[in-house]
Nanobody
Framework: HVQLVESGGGSVQVGGSLNLSCAASLSTYNTYCVGWFRQSPGKGREGLAA???????RYADSVKDRFTISQDNTKNTLYLQMNNLKPEDTSMYYC??????????????WGQGTQVTVS
């Protein structure tokens, strides 16, 4: 089955940028809708951005105009470009594949996460 591996997290100053990547093990990942989520200690998992099978993108209000989701199907890779980062963006970031939208429960396949720290 499809496995997802995130990378690109790290520490960055307020106002800085990071580009997260999510590599899929199988090309069949392209049959899924994909998205980015984050979760901080003691909080629920939050949907940030998603791409549907028709290429339609959607964003949470908290990241709209700062984050951009994209994918390169030739590389089986999903990206999240994050700009103008804020301390409240500090979290563990996950990519996922599933039925689409920003609700975590409809996603079946998850990566292990990559930590982003903004200070």
């Amino acid at each position: 089955h499809v496995q997802l591996v995130e990378s690109g997290g790290g520490s960055v100053q307020v106002g800085g940028s990071l580009n997260l990547s999510c590599a899929a093990s199988l090309s069949t990942y392209n049959t899924y809708c994909v998205g980015w989520f984050r979760q901080s200690p003691g909080k629920g998992r939050e949907g940030l951005a998603a791409i549907d099978n028709d290429g339609h993108t959607r964003y949470a209000d908290s990241v709209k105009d700062r984050f951009t989701i994209s994918q390169d199907n030739t590389k089986n890779t999903l990206y999240l470009q994050m700009n103008n980062l804020k301390p409240e963006d500090t979290s563990m970031y996950y990519c996922a594949a599933g039925r689409g939208g920003l609700i975590p429960s409809v996603y079946d396949i998850w990566g292990q996460g990559t930590q982003v720290t903004v200070s």
